[in-house]
């Protein structure tokens, strides 16, 4: 659907009839893999001879600083009994975590260190129920341990040493009336984003530390339709959202 709607809205602005008939979708496909097949060779630098000796398998494992998409390093099977919602990622140190959550409330904590290393099995180092389904997750740019959880229910939940057994909660409220899709960390503060239309920002209590953060609510924005896509500048002062069926960015600071 997604590709049929940019091919007519391409059609639309360029007044060119789009000739579906000329390829069919074994061949677009091949033009993906020819394309992927070049850059690899310029990755390998003007003697690419080495090219030829590797598979398919090898060939698609060379990334460009993670510019171009790679064969899987490693999986997680059967990480839950109901369906995943979302996954993030973090390293610290020698060490890279995977948080995973699903439908039946559970976020499980994955160690994979290993496993990208010697193809070893992902070890669960924890497991975090909560009051409903965990829709996004946020690591702590700046602080080992910390995370952010978005749920189903309108709770927003902080939680510190969460790659540790003496993972503790330090923050839990009823921030939102619908779904909490998006939780971002800023600069000195967090923002949340809900299906109840608004977002909400919290700031770090004078006194405190992010690394013992007290965390007090400044400021709440509503728009016409709900939250989709939030994100901070990469200083962390302003905040840009996007809403379902408007095609502008909203800055706001």
């Known amino acids: 659907q997604g590709y049929s709607n940019a091919i007519k809205a391409l059609e639309a602005d360029s007044n060119v009839q789009y000739d579906c008939g000329s390829f069919d979708k074994p061949h677009r496909l091949r033009s993906i893999l020819n394309e992927h097949h070049d850059l690899t060779q310029c990755l390998l630098g003007p003697d690419p001879s080495s090219l030829d000796e590797m598979s398919f398998e090898q060939e698609l494992k060379v990334t460009a600083h993670q510019q171009i998409a790679s064969a899987p390093l490693c999986s997680i099977e059967k990480a839950h009994t109901g369906g995943l919602i979302t996954v993030r990622c973090v390293e610290y140190d020698q060490c890279t975590i995977v948080a995973t959550s699903s439908a039946t409330r559970e976020i499980k904590l994955w160690d994979v260190s290993n496993t990208i290393e010697d193809e070893s099995e992902p070890v669960c180092i924890g497991s975090i129920m909560t009051s409903s389904t965990c ?20 709770n927003v939940k902080i939680m510190k040493n969460i790659h540790e057994l003496s993972r503790e909660e330090i923050f839990t409220e009823p921030i939102h009336s619908k779904y909490v899709v998006r939780v971002k960390w800023g600069d000195k503060c967090f923002a949340t984003a809900s299906y109840d239309k608004t977002v909400n920002l919290y700031r770090l209590k004078e006194g405190s530390t992010e690394e013992n953060p007290i965390y007090e609510h400044t ?14 500048t990469p200083d962390g002062i302003a905040l840009i959202v996007a809403i379902r069926g408007d095609n502008y960015l909203n800055y706001i600071q």
Do not use: T, Y
């Not at 946020?138 to 309108?154: C, K, N, Q």
């Not at 400021?219 to 901070?232: H, I, T």
């Open 219 to 232: 400021q709440k924005w509503s728009f016409s339709g709900n939250v989709e896509a939030m994100e901070f």
């Open 135 to 154: 829709l996004c997750i946020e690591f702590h740019p700046r602080v080992r341990g910390m995370a952010i959880f978005g749920l189903m229910d309108g």
